[in-house]
């Protein structure tokens, strides 16, 4: 592991902790890292609509433990899914971008 004194940037940091682009550790982290943001943009989300999680899952026809284990970045989410959380349940629009 790379001596983190000599370390200058976040990308090196990440390189040193959990290897290089592509790696399957660093995948795993980069996978678990995407699910984190995505529960909290939908914790902000839900707390700016003023509504609870079992108001929100009731609303999308869901259970509060699966608008929860979603905030806690615990599951994996379909993209059709977040688009009907944000959009019908919490009236937020959604622009997907790919690079």
Known sequence: MKDLKSITSFDELLDAKYGGIGTTRRTEFECKAK?????????????EASMTQDQLALKIGTKKSYISRLENGKIDIQLSTLFRIFEEGLGKKINLTLR
Do not use: N
Request: glycine share 8%; hydrophobic share 55%; charged share 40%.
């Open 35 to 47: 699910a984190f943001m995505i529960g909290e943009l939908l914790k902000e989300a839900r707390k």
